[in-house]
């Protein structure tokens, strides 16, 4: 496969139209949403705040001050935590055609697109950077359902050479189904393989990878050749909650070469536990456990994440409470952050102290299930979690 | 050949008129719990929904279901009744009695059957029916006996809508495609003969679109489509001519987590301008049918 070359100028952007009756409704649900109180514990975002009505769908924080955000409007990228924001969108790629970004470091990344739809078919391409989206180079994927033209693309890069592609496929809620590509040249080339759930994939090493979800999220599998077979796995519940569900993180590498698992359990008796494995995923030992003093229901997860090989950061989804620590310390700080309403329900930390973190959710007048409002909203914090303000400004995002 | 109703034609509005419209039904009340519950008498059956609704694989706490009553948009939800493939098989709520508690509360129910899938379904993992055509429309016939089993087990002794969940398979094998039309052509006839409905779930283009011209097609389908509009008309593979009239529900987003009234949920969305049990509501969400 031939890949085109395509430079952008990142200042400019793509030109952004908006339908007068989607304007008129985003004022409309504007209007609507002052005077609605957000529900849920801890503070929360400002109903009023100009992200209302619209969505981020992903994001990734690479250091403490690079990171993007995919919002309806576009493929944002900051360099200078979240004070400014650019757009590095592809030429030519409407926003909502991006079915999934990832980026290795500041400089590599990929965009997969939906594009050309036609009565049954979408074609799938590739755009891959070297120099942080300012100049794309794309490659064909093949074709996909029409009707999976929605369905999100999950993209892993271990290096620069390699990396997957799980395009989840449509299916109902009693079900996860996906298809994966791997490729071995930066993306050039693609062979096709299967995987058992349409799950986003992690690779600890060039052949040495995980995925885990599922319609209950209660699955965890591991390749140790490069995605051709996929073997499940499962952890020994812990005491407490030995009647509960499991919620299956990705595993990363901790400070020793073991490996790191958060795993939430849902149910009567909720929480979030830290295992580790020393050989290499076979095991998996318990390291703690946090209970979370509201149930919660299958496939539902608690975030969580590990940075500087054991920094353990746990954001209780209610907005109630953050932890944080060394997973090995006795007791975790645990803080009653500002600025994190309920709804919180992924999160990315580059240092120990600043984090990202994705939230969405809504409120309905007292009685009155018309005119509810959602928000979706990102948020960051440079305090460890502590406090919580959102990041970018409303012009990006409609 | 049953032969589709058509579709009445569409009226379109401008935008500005949509927006008034919207704003009305800020003004409506959220449907009061219906005075009927489900099963006893008989005499409960299917109605037409014309709002949202979400389905997830488990049913959630009626605690849950109760606040997400008082404070989301939706109005439907799932139940996976069972069957070989159902994925959330544990279902530690799903008794009689949640069912008539949380119908009391206002939700009505799209009713779900997991069973056999395609011979050639995507997810190979699954349980499939047979490629034989005469095989095929036996264990159709016999998943609809199960699944109506299992739903009046669970008190819904009315006459009910279960839609059969047939997930993506390829459409172009042409032994499969005709296997999955004995079968589904088989589902509806069981439930016909007792005098209820049947639905079916499928994607647009991997599913519905091949039942279009089966003997009995379903009375109504659900129709997988992330296109993240609510809308049930203008999915691509099903033209608007069929199951025009109160027979479509619309899966328009996946799996993805929800917080309503402080409460988290996994969910994926519909929008129904069709069929659900025990009856539909009195309120129109017109972001359903775009009208």
Redesign the interface.
């Given at each position: 496969m031939q890949a085109e070359r395509i430079r952008l100028n990142r200042k400019s952007g793509a030109a952004k139209r908006y339908?007068?009756?989607a304007t008129?409704?985003l004022l409309?649900v504007l209007s609507?949403i002052i005077g609605l109180s957000a529900?849920?514990?801890g503070a929360a975002v400002d109903p009023a705040n100009p992200q209302a009505g619209s969505a981020v769908r992903s994001m990734q924080l690479l250091t403490d001050s690079h990171g993007w955000a995919l919002t309806d409007a576009g493929l944002r990228w900051t360099s200078d935590g979240g004070k400014n924001w650019g757009e590095i969108r592809p030429p030519g790629v409407a926003a909502t055609a991006i079915r999934g970004a990832f980026f290795l470091n500041t400089d590599d990344g990929w965009v997969v697109v939906a594009e050309n739809a036609t009565?049954?078919?979408d074609d799938l391409v590739l755009f891959r950077t070297s120099d942080g989206g300012e100049s794309w180079a794309l490659s064909p994927l093949g074709s996909r359902?029409?009707?999976?033209?929605?369905?999100?693309a999950y993209i892993h890069f271990f290096d620069t050479q390699n990396g997957w592609i799980v395009l989840?496929?449509?299916?109902?809620?009693?079900?996860?189904?996906g298809v994966l590509f791997r490729t071995t040249d930066s993306g050039e080339t693609w062979q096709k393989l299967?995987i058992?759930i349409g799950e986003p994939v992690r690779f600890l090493t060039a052949t040495e990878g995980w995925t885990a979800g599922?319609?209950?999220?209660d699955e965890l599998y591991l390749t140790r050749d490069a995605g051709s077979s996929w073997e499940r796995v499962q952890v020994d519940l812990p005491a407490n909650f030995d009647l509960a569900?499991p919620t299956y993180e990705l595993p990363v590498f901790g400070k020793a070469d073991e490996l790191l698992l958060s795993v939430t359990f849902t149910?009567d008796s909720s929480g979030v536990s830290l295992f580790e494995s020393t050989d290499r995923g076979r095991s998996w030992r318990l390291r703690r456990s946090l209970p979370y003093n509201l149930?919660?229901?299958?496939?539902?997860?608690i975030p969580a994440d590990i940075v500087e090989g054991d920094f353990w950061v746990v954001l209780m989804?209610?907005g109630s409470g953050v932890f944080r620590g060394p997973s090995t310390v006795e007791a975790l700080l645990q803080t009653s952050p500002n600025g994190l309403p309920?709804?919180v329900?992924d999160v990315d930390f580059a240092t120990s102290q600043v984090g990202w973190a994705l939230?969405?959710?809504?409120?309905?007048?007292p009685?009155?299930?018309?005119?509810?409002t959602?928000i979706e909203a990102l948020l960051q914090t440079t305090d460890g979690g502590q406090t919580w303000v959102p990041l970018i400004p409303a012009e990006l995002l409609s | 050949m049953t032969r589709l109703p058509q579709r009445p034609p569409r009226t379109r509005l401008v935008p500005l008129v949509a927006v008034a419209v919207l704003g009305l039904l800020v003004a409506l009340p959220a449907t009061p719990a219906p005075a009927s519950t489900v099963g006893g008498s008989g005499q409960v059956r299917y109605g037409v929904s014309r709002v949202k609704g979400f389905d997830a694989c488990e049913a959630p706490t009626a605690n849950k279901m109760q606040a997400w009553w008082n404070g989301s948009p939706y109005y439907d939800t799932s139940i996976y009744l069972g069957g070989v493939n159902r994925a959330c098989d544990l279902q530690p709520n799903l008794t009689s009695s949640w069912v008539s508690t949380v119908h009391s509360q206002g939700w009505s129910f799209y009713l779900l059957w997991a069973g056999l899938q395609a011979p050639c379904v995507n997810d190979q993992s699954n349980e499939k029916m047979s490629s034989n055509l005469s095989l095929a429309a036996a264990q159709g016939s016999s998943e609809a006996n199960a699944a109506w089993n299992a739903a009046h087990s669970l008190g819904f002794t009315g006459l009910n809508i279960i839609y059969y969940n047939m997930e993506a398979y390829n459409t172009t094998n042409t032994t499969c495609v005709n296997a999955v039309r004995a079968f589904i052509n088989a589902w509806v006839d069981f439930f016909h003969q007792v005098g209820e409905k049947a639905g079916a779930y499928g994607g647009a283009c991997s599913g519905v679109t091949n039942w279009t011209s089966i003997t009995n097609p379903p009375d109504s389908v659900w129709i997988a489509a992330w296109n993240n509009d609510p809308d049930v008309w203008g999915l691509p593979c099903v033209n608007n001519g069929y199951w025009c009239c109160q027979q479509r529900v619309h899966q328009y987003a996946g799996t993805h987590s929800e917080t309503w009234g402080g409460v988290a949920l996994s969910i994926d969305n519909d929008c129904a301008y069709g069929l659900v049990t025990p009856h539909g509501h009195s309120v129109i969400d017109y972001a359903c049918t775009n009208e």
């Open positions: 339908p007068r009756a008129q409704l409309f609507l529900c849920g514990g009565e049954s078919t359902s029409a009707d999976a033209g929605g369905a999100p989840k496929q449509l299916s109902s809620s009693n079900a996860s189904v299967s058992p599922g319609p209950a999220g569900t149910g149930s919660l229901s299958t496939g539902s997860s989804p209610d309920a709804g329900y939230l969405r959710y809504g409120a309905c007048p009685g009155i299930k018309s005119g509810c959602e | -």
